[in-house]
């Protein structure tokens, strides 16, 4: 059976710092796009940062570039996101994904197969 398990998430204060972990079992991701997503209260999932199977290709969204940076280490199958410079705005649900198909790079929620149960973010004022 597939998981992927996040972990990391908690209250910080603004300009605070969190790390997040998603450590994937079941089968191996490095042939495969990883991602994080974000979904607020009442807000539809959004796309916050996606990593290559490789490692050579990373994107974020506008809202989190120069802020937050994502790896993997493929060799303990997990993904990571280090949030820097923390914003109320950015309190959500952080979830982590990871792409079925090899070798395909993947922007969209729907375009993964495989999600992590989410881990709360909250950031206060």
């Known amino acids: 059976q597939v998981q992927l398990v996040e972990s990391g998430g908690g209250l910080v204060q603004a300009g605070g710092s969190l790390r997040l972990s998603c450590a994937a079992s079941?089968?191996?991701?490095?042939?495969?796009?990883m991602g994080w997503f974000r979904q607020a209260p009442g807000k539809e999932r959004e796309f916050v940062a996606m990593i290559s199977w490789s490692g050579d290709n990373i994107y974020y969204s506008d809202s989190v570039k120069g802020r937050f940076s994502i790896s993997r280490d493929n060799a303990k199958n997990t993904m990571y996101l280090q949030m820097d410079s923390l914003k109320p705005e950015d309190t959500a649900v952080y979830y982590c994904?990871?792409?079925?198909?090899?070798?395909?790079?993947?922007?969209?929620?729907?375009?993964?197969?495989?999600w992590g149960q989410g881990t709360q973010v909250t950031v206060s004022s």
């Open positions: 994904a990871a792409d079925g198909t090899p070798y395909n790079l993947e922007y969209h929620a729907h375009e993964y197969d495989y």
């Open positions: 079941g089968r191996t991701f490095s042939k495969n796009t």
